[in-house]
């Protein structure tokens, strides 16, 4: 199994920033990419950003390409999520997950953690 641990979130003002952090831990060596979801009250879950372990792909979700940057330190096994120029609307519970070798989905998931945007 795999446990990931969210940390970092938070209250801040619009315009403002705050850096997401997701340790890993476990059976990490099974994973191959990971990644930043969202969820608001009353919506979907949102796909923010991805990163593969190696190599230096990443993705992003359009709401926040620009402003959000996902990075990793592969020795700590450690993924951040480094989020500027907030806005309310990024106002969500943010959950880190992870994929493994041989499948396309998220098979693991962190317990989320609370971003809070005051306008």
């Known amino acids: 199994q795999v446990q990931l641990v969210e940390s970092g979130g938070g209250l801040v003002q619009a315009g403002g920033s705050l850096r997401l952090s997701c340790a890993a831990s476990?059976?990490?060596?099974?994973?191959?990419?990971m990644a930043w979801f969202r969820q608001a009250p009353g919506k979907e879950r949102e796909f923010v950003a991805a990163?593969?372990?190696?190599?230096?792909?990443?993705s992003y979700g359009d709401s926040v390409k620009g402003r959000f940057t996902i990075s990793r330190d592969n020795a700590k096994k450690t993924v951040y999520l480094q989020m500027n120029s907030l806005k309310p609307e990024d106002t969500a519970v943010y959950y880190c997950?992870?994929?493994?070798?041989?499948?396309?989905?998220?098979?693991?998931w962190g317990q989320g953690t609370q971003v809070t945007v005051s306008s």
């Open positions: 990163s593969m372990w190696s190599g230096g792909s990443t």
């Open positions: 476990g059976r990490t060596f099974i994973t191959i990419r």
């Open positions: 997950a992870a994929g493994v070798l041989g499948t396309s989905t998220f098979d693991y």
